[in-house]
């Protein structure tokens, strides 16, 4: 066959498919012929997904070049959606302009993108997000393949870049977060547009070769480079900054010497990508802004250079670890702008200076507010102003002589505004005095502020709102619409800066609707909503779409618990939902506002909690108020139970002393507080001299003494608490020797007194240390009775030889702790009446942990945050050092020992203790942290799997409910978002997990007899990769439907429950086309997006009760293929294919597929032959 001959047919048969399966692709819009309409996409908060590397795009690719290599069916006449838009998320560490070598953002970084068509109408916002390692790309690469979107009018819009369309298009990523700097990382460039900032692009895209960016017809647009800025670090700068003593232009003195000097202005007319940033004629000198710089010591100056030769990504993080160094940084010096917008900064030294190799600068403007600018210095980072010269930079390329002792043309490109985005509040009105009002965010710094131009889908002025300076709701620019508009009319608000659209957003106007919610009634899912009240695009409030539900709260008698906070369940559609109170309404910027117990109290997120009274259930009626201002009721159950925490026999809803050491050997009172004891006291003196007070020693573990009283005592001695301490004391000299036993004094302490027992000691002889015991005839050979150890300190306590006595020392307490949670303190009680000088050590207490004697805890005291686990009951040892304090009287030491258990840190309380390294969890530590409260881990922390039980046998026939079927599932893990699945059951019947999630239920009718095996199991999201979705090991039973009365079943020439014919395919039903007479046809259902295109839309259930099954996308095809309702519905199909005896639309599908392969072969063969 010749070439001309291949060319031919092979443009026949493409020609042949393309008609064939076009008019299947007719028959596939069901008989309204209407598409859904697009849903989601209003806010980033619900941006559609379109990633083309992730696989949620419409045209996915595997590699790079795919973007240019593989190219799509774009368009309505055959495609399933739009163009690719590709390129790179960068902070501009290394240029301003369109290159390789800037730092990728932080991996999964999330980048939007929204387009308005040349009618005016403003496209959903779509997402994807920067992916590294990405074959044959640089790491920050994203692509979206964007899918149609289509209106409330049901019109589809495709992406198609090019002159002929121009449609106009934004693409941006949302300031963020740096983990290492904690400062934001904002976008100061795209290179889709000539701008410095994401603009509303609407030039036809001729000028990208230019900015980097390049563009085929209908095709891609590739290389949009997004470039940000990091904003500067506080540890960036020294604490105190000078002032410069240099002025600008002093370049024929010796003052140039050390200097920086350059120009300060506002970008607002950008510069081409390719050329960085100049001082255009539009550009405004930056008068009075401050420029900052700083310079690194010396000591400081290698550490950088070495820094400059690792990856680019580490250098922050490098440069902050340097920094921890306080004198790193040498100086900060700062200047003012002239009228010029130019500076000029001198540093101190030649070797501050570093011939400008180490520096970093930014720009405040005269309110001290930080701005973004295009320079040298875009993120936290020292080098040289001129270091990437080879590449743009703003203005003249910056210069230092070869001696390199002084900096010219270091300029910066302030950057006017960033983040600025225009949102409206209302997507579609249905009335004439509903106000649609636009919201700004980001941060602009324009003194005139910014512009909204409202204007109708032919491109007049409907309304100018100027001199717009905060973010936020913009209520005096609000719209209604105007006399005059008919339905369907669109209303587009632009926002720009100075003449320069940055970003678009637009209304239609249509009509009717019975309850007045503002909702069409073919979209209203809540009927009958009161007047007056707020909606959602379904027509519900808040509180009518969404019921709370709580989960049981496991707590004790007498303790405050607090249960966790409310999950919502969309009442709306069939799957239960775990939605927090914050993240609700279609843009998941509704929320409980309010919540208000009829016990206790409750948090902002609607954690409810009380102090249980009883055991058993203790439920708590909840009243939800939401943002709308509508409420329901719901209720939070606490079950309680009675325990006893600190071990002493008392419950705790009885224990006022919660804490009583658990090592504690005494006895405790009816409250459960540690009774203290008490040491016996003898008084001693000598005639004719005061006597010392005595102490007696309380151990007292749960502080409840209150007083210390004594009766009649000799010689006027009375009992004083204070301070913590009871004292034996009297003011009276004794004038004769005395000795008496059986003195009393009373301690008394909440729920009860001790008594200490003791006596009286006066002697007649000379006691000059007053311990009662007489001073020695011979002081060099002291006998019985008298003292041997002169010097005692006053109110010490002495044996018979007046030495000081040794001190008492109890047990070490038991000490349990977390790594990384300071522990409560403990305490080793040591008595001290010798009043002896008392230090404390031990060599093995966990690391974090330290030991020291503190006199008014009576004891030695451990505390501190433990660093590393100890195993349970692990012994430690307690040393107190005693030296006595008078004289002749020998030092010692007295161990005592205890145990002590260090446990991992546990943050989510599952048994599992916390990895170490959190980016890479070891064998035992918690892989999955965040398990619900009471989940059910495994050895490595995460949710156990669910599982299904037992599946009793369905039974039924056709064209009667089947009597429902519980499965019961095992989901002891807490695992959310489970979804049931079922295999070989028979035609009508569903399955769905229940309210509660603990059984997946089989129902329906069933439409086809059925014997066999059935297969249940359940998918759930990953606890390790939420991204990814398991499947649970399935369990097995028997479905025995059989043929009904009433001759039910789709077989073929038999009727359906309606009376129309029908027909199977091997997989079930399948509606075939026919031409019924004198039938009116059933209500179609709301049909669902295309398979493969992305829109968003909610699927209506098909005729098996669940969505419909995902289906790969084919060529011709552009309407959404109709389901198969409940009752069988046969659209109307032209007769010439409805008496044909096959399943037309599949055969046409089959037909046109079969002649699409022949046209390729013809083609590529007809190319070969040209080539040969």
């Known amino acids: 066959m010749t070439k001309a001959a291949l060319a031919y047919v092979g443009a026949a048969s493409l020609v042949f498919s393309t008609l064939v399966a076009g008019t299947a692709g007719a028959f596939a819009t069901g008989p309204t012929g209407a598409i859904a309409p697009t849903i989601g996409g209003r806010t980033i908060d619900d941006a559609i997904p379109a990633d083309a590397i992730a696989g949620t795009g419409v045209c996915n690719i595997s590699k790079w070049s795919d973007i240019t290599g593989s190219l799509c069916r774009t368009g309505a006449d055959g495609g399933v959606g739009g163009a690719r838009v590709a390129g790179h998320a960068v902070v501009l560490s290394h240029s301003t302009a369109v290159k390789a070598g800037n730092t990728a953002v932080p991996e999964g970084t999330k980048v939007y993108l929204r387009w308005t068509d040349k009618d005016g109408k403003t496209s959903p916002i779509y997402v994807t997000q920067t992916h590294n390692g990405f074959k044959g790309a640089r790491d920050g690469a994203y692509v979206f393949s964007i899918p149609r979107w289509v209106d409330s009018s049901s019109t589809p ?296 131009i409202w204007t109708d889908e032919d491109g007049t002025r409907v309304k100018v709102c100027k001199g717009i300076t905060a973010s936020g709701t913009v209520n005096d620019c609000a719209l209604t619409v105007p006399d005059g508009a008919t339905s369907g009319d669109v209303f587009a608000a632009t926002l720009y800066y100075g003449d320069n659209a940055v970003d678009a957003d637009s209304f239609v106007y249509v009509v009717g609707d019975t309850d007045g919610d503002g909702v069409p009634d073919d979209k209203d899912k809540c009927e009958k909503t009161p007047d007056g009240a707020t909606v959602d695009e379904d027509g519900c409030t808040l509180a009518q779409r969404y019921q709370p539900n709580y989960r049981d709260t496991e707590a004790k008698v007498g303790q405050k618990a607090t249960s966790e906070p409310p999950t919502f369940d969309d009442a709306t559609t069939s799957e239960v939902e775990h939605l927090p109170y914050n993240g609700l309404g279609k843009d998941r910027k509704g929320s409980a506002t309010l919540f208000k117990p009829g016990d206790g109290t409750a948090a902002q997120n609607g954690a409810i909690t009380i102090t249980p009274a009883k055991e058993g259930s203790n439920p708590v009626s909840v009243t939800v108020t939401y943002s709308d201002g509508t409420s329901v009721d719901t209720t939070a159950n606490f079950i309680a139970t009675d325990g006893d925490e600190d071990g002493d026999g008392v419950p705790d809803s009885k224990d006022k002393c919660s804490n009583t050491p658990k090592d504690y050997q005494g006895q405790v009172t009816a409250d459960g507080c540690a009774i203290p004891t008490v040491s016996d006291f003898t008084v001693r003196g000598t005639v004719g001299k005061p006597i010392n007070p005595a102490q007696i020693v309380i151990i007292d573990p749960d502080h409840i003494v209150t007083n210390c009283t004594s009766g009649e005592l000799p010689l006027g001695l009375t009992a004083k608490w204070e301070k913590g301490t009871c004292m034996v004391s009297t003011a009276t000299h004794p004038d004769k020797a005395l000795n008496q036993d059986g003195l009393t004094v009373e301690v008394t302490y909440q729920g009860g007194t001790a008594t200490s027992h003791g006596s009286v000691a006066i002697a007649d002889k000379p006691d000059g240390d007053g311990d009662g015991v007489p001073d020695p005839q011979d002081p060099n050979h002291p006998g019985a009775g008298e003292d041997h150890c002169p010097g005692t300190p006053d109110g010490a306590k002495v044996d018979d030889n007046g030495c000081s006595v040794v001190p008492t020392v109890g047990p070490a307490p038991t000490i349990t702790g977390t790594v990384g949670d300071p522990i409560t303190p403990a305490v080793v009680p040591v008595a001290n009446p010798g009043k002896a000088k008392i230090t404390c050590e031990s060599k093995d207490l966990p690391a974090g942990l330290s030991i020291a004697y503190d006199e008014a805890k009576h004891g030695c005291v451990i505390s501190g945050t433990p660093t590393v686990k100890v195993p349970a009951d692990t012994t430690y040892t307690v040393t107190v050092n005693y030296t006595p304090q008078d004289e002749n009287n020998s030092a010692g030491k007295i161990d005592t020992t205890g145990n002590v258990t260090i446990k991992g840190k546990d943050s989510d309380g599952d048994g599992v203790d916390d990895p170490e390294d959190p980016n890479h969890p070891g064998a035992g530590e918690d892989h999955c942290p965040g398990t619900p409260e009471g989940a059910k881990v495994d050895a490595n922390g995460c949710p156990v799997a669910p599982t299904v039980g037992t599946v009793p046998d369905v039974n039924g026939e056709t064209g009667k409910p089947v009597t429902p079927v519980e499965i019961p599932v095992d989901n002891s893990g807490k695992i959310t978002k489970l979804e049931c699945h079922a295999e070989g059951l028979a035609a009508g019947l569903t399955i769905k997990l229940n309210q509660d999630g603990t059984a997946c239920v089989i129902s329906g009718t069933p439409t086809q007899p059925k014997t066999g095996d059935i297969k249940v199991s359940v998918t759930y999201p990953d606890p390790q990769n939420p991204e990814k979705t398991k499947t649970s090991e399935p369990s097995t039973g028997k479905v025995n439907i059989t043929k009904g009365d009433n001759g039910g079943g789709n077989t073929p020439g038999g009727n359906t429950p309606g009376g129309i014919p029908g027909g199977t395919t091997p997989d079930g039903p399948f509606p075939v086309p026919v031409a019924p007479e004198n039938i009116t046809p059933n209500p179609s259902p709301e049909l669902p997006p295309v398979a493969g295109v992305q829109e968003h839309a909610q699927p209506a259930p098909n005729a098996n009760g669940g969505k419909q099954a995902p289906q790969p996308p084919v060529a011709g095809v552009t309407a959404t293929p109709s389901l198969v309702p409940a009752a069988p519905y046969q659209p109307k199909m032209p007769i010439a294919l409805a008496h044909t005896g096959v399943n037309s639309v599949p055969f046409s599908l089959a037909v046109a597929a079969l002649l699409l392969g022949l046209g390729a072969c013809f083609s590529l063969r007809s190319r070969k032959l040209d080539q040969d």
Not at 334 to 339: K, L
């Open 157 to 452: 819009h495709y992406f198609l870049p090019g002159v002929k369309n121009q449609p106009k298009i934004k693409i941006w990523f949302e300031p963020y977060t740096d983990a290492v700097t904690g400062k934001q990382v904002v976008m100061t460039r795209d290179a889709l547009s000539r701008w410095g900032n994401p603009s509303l692009v609407d030039t036809g895209y001729r000028d990208q070769n230019k900015t980097g960016a390049t563009y085929l017809d209908l095709q891609y647009i590739n290389n949009v480079m997004l470039g940000g800025y990091q904003m500067p670090a506080k540890y960036m700068t020294a604490d105190i900054q000078k002032e410069s003593t240099s002025t600008w232009g002093q370049w024929d003195s010796s003052d140039k010497r050390n200097s920086v000097q350059g120009t300060v202005w506002i970008e607002n007319t950008g510069s081409l990508g390719g050329s960085g940033p100049i001082f255009d004629s539009k550009d405004t000198a930056a008068q009075n802004f401050r420029v900052v710089m700083s310079a690194l010591a010396p000591q400081c100056q290698k550490q950088a250079a070495d820094i400059a030769k690792k990856p680019a990504g580490d250098w922050t993080k490098l440069t902050k670890e340097m920094l921890k160094d306080s004198k790193c940084i040498a100086e900060t010096v700062y200047a003012t702008t002239d009228a010029q917008g130019r500076y000029s900064i001198k540093f101190s030294s030649d070797q501050v200076f570093n011939h400008g190799k180490t520096l970093y600068g930014y720009v405040e403007d005269p309110q001290g507010r930080v701005l973004p600018s295009y320079s040298m210095f875009s993120d936290n980072v020292f080098n040289s102003p001129d270091q990437n010269a080879g590449m743009a930079a703003p203005g003249a390329v910056p210069y230092t002589p070869s001696a390199g002792n002084y900096y010219n043309n270091v300029h910066f490109a302030v950057v006017p505004y960033y983040g600025l985005g225009l949102t409206l509040d209302k997507h579609e009105v249905n009335n004439k005095i509903t106000p649609v009002t636009p919201s700004l965010s980001g941060h602009s710094f324009s003194p005139a502020g910014n512009t909204i």
